[in-house]
């Protein structure tokens, strides 16, 4: 009989805190979009990468959905056609931050293949989880008009490696009791069936305990990424049973069905699909694979758990993309987290919630040439966000790319106007207008600040002024591509503006 859900983290604890396994780098060459080597400092940390539609961003979802992977695609799937390298130059690479010599899968060898399979690949490959958009559609869209049936998705993804321990204190998943089942039909209308009616049991009890466990995860995780409008009542499922016939054709496993009650503001929706806009429902969908890997993999240990999400946030809207980042921060704690975007401007809104945290690094990555034949090269501005911005105004500068300079000098002034407020508790006029220039306000409500009385904030009144007069030209978020660029000049006093505002921002006079 089933037992209660094992754990797969069974090692012993010490008397020193151990410390999780996490990637360091990851190398790749003559890899899909990367035909020359290219590598992205991790260091042991999460990231957040940005990448145009064609930059190669989906190339490090897919390197390392494969290379953490015990069925790895031929080589041959996922070469770069256009590089002109020979194959033996193939390569992902990984390093750990056990100190140990760095992981490679090459034209050689897979590190999952046996004999000499690499531990830490292969137990990886059971705690990740890599999710595209088009994941979120099994949970959804791919259902048309019907009621959604999850039977499918949760135990081939949702809760296929669920572990549980059955009758001897062995350790299995939901996926390996499910595969017994299809494997235990009778080959002829004589067979016993006792080894069927014993794999459907354990499976229904197995899946029950799985479905338990998923519940309190989707419940938070739904609670916060629709502000409480939707929410699903715990699962109910009736079991699978074996139906014997003389045939072949009528020897059938009955009851795989899983339909999620879905509540939303207070009415049962049968079909979600049809009723929830896209937003909703990609939250949904979210929610549900979130819940299902803290479902899945225990809580602690020394293992690597790996969670990389490739532009699964693009059917929210942005006020709601802002609850998810919360979520991984609060967690995922012991994960190693990996988001892939196109959105420069949600990039940048991550970059800020995660801002002073020393759980992130970023990176971004740009295509040089033309379609296939593009060379990413990759960038990763780690650190102050205000200093990264002017650094790229600077070195656009440097190239005499003076409309790059001024889109880097913009981006620099709305974060240090930003982090001006936040420190100095400037109180700034709320709007229920979302299209309203919230830069504006700022600029506006910062000036109030230094200009009240009886205070000593006077030598920061001609740093904002200098500002507002660059807000009609350099700074003004409103240029059209048709109006005329920016003159040097003006890019390299706002530079110095921008400078003595940070230098404001951590005065601490100044108050």
């Not at 989707?218 to 049973?241: D, Q, S, W, Y």
Request: charged share 20%; proline share 6%; hydrophobic share 40%.
């Amino acid at each position: 009989m089933i037992g209660e859900a094992a754990s797969i983290d069974e090692t012993p604890v010490a008397a020193a805190m151990p410390v999780p396994l996490r990637i360091t780098s990851l190398t790749l060459c003559d890899f899909r979009a990367f035909p020359d080597p290219i590598s992205f400092d991790l260091a042991a940390k999460n990231l957040l990468v940005y990448g145009e539609n064609g930059s190669g961003k989906s190339s490090i979802f897919h390197a390392l959905r494969h290379f953490f992977d015990l069925r790895p695609p031929i080589i041959a799937s996922v070469k770069n056609v256009f590089s002109g390298r020979d194959i033996n130059q193939f390569k992902v690479e990984v390093t750990f931050n056990d100190e140990t010599p760095l992981v490679s899968w090459s034209s050689a060898r897979h590190p999952s293949q046996i004999p000499g399979a690499d531990p830490r690949v292969t137990e990886t490959a059971r705690r990740k989880s890599c999710l595209d958009y088009r994941a979120l559609l099994d949970t959804n869209y791919m259902h048309g008009e019907n009621r959604p049936n999850l039977f499918e998705v949760s135990v081939a993804r949702l809760l296929a490696d669920f572990p549980i321990t059955v009758e001897g204190g062995t350790v299995t998943t939901i996926g390996e009791l499910w595969s017994e089942v299809e494997k235990a039909k009778p080959w002829n209308y004589n067979h016993s069936l006792e080894r069927i009616q014993k794999a459907c049991v354990d499976f229904n009890e197995g899946l029950r305990s799985a479905l338990n466990a998923l519940h309190p995860h989707l419940e938070v995780f739904l609670n916060a990424m629709t502000r409480g409008a939707i929410a699903i009542k715990p699962f109910t499922f009736g079991g699978v049973t074996y139906q014997h016939g003389w045939w072949r054709r009528d020897r059938t496993i009955n009851g795989r069905e899983l339909f999620p009650e879905v509540i939303f503001n207070g009415y049962e929706l049968v079909t979600p699909q049809t009723f929830l806009n896209e937003a909703r429902l990609s939250a949904l969908g979210l929610a549900m694979y979130l819940a299902g890997r803290l479902a899945c993999v225990p809580a602690g240990g020394e293992r690597l758990k790996l969670l990389v999400l490739d532009d699964v946030l693009i059917g929210l809207d942005h006020d709601n993309r802002t609850p998810v980042l919360r979520l991984l921060q609060d967690h995922f704690l012991d994960w190693q987290v990996v988001v892939l975007t196109h959105d420069r401007v949600w990039f940048d809104m991550a970059r800020q919630f995660y801002e002073g945290s020393d759980q992130w690094v970023w990176a971004e990555i740009y295509a040089d040439g033309d379609g296939g034949r593009a060379n990413p090269s990759v960038k990763m501005p780690n650190g102050d966000l205000v200093r990264a911005a002017l650094d790229d105004c600077t070195t656009n500068l440097a190239a005499n790319s003076l409309p790059s300079a001024a889109t880097s000098a913009r981006r620099a002034f709305e974060w240090a106007l930003k982090r001006f407020c936040e420190r100095r508790r400037v109180q700034v006029p709320f709007t229920m207008n979302p299209k309203e220039n919230d830069l504006e306000l700022l600029l506006n409500a910062a000036t109030a600040w230094v200009e009240l009385p009886g205070t000593n904030r006077a030598n920061v009144t001609p740093i904002l002024s200098e500002l507002r007069m660059y807000r009609a030209g350099v700074l003004n978020p409103q240029s059209h591509a048709d109006a005329p660029n920016p003159s040097r000049q003006e890019i390299e006093g706002v530079l110095l503006a921008i400078q003595r505002l940070r230098a404001a921002i951590s005065n601490n006079s100044i108050h």
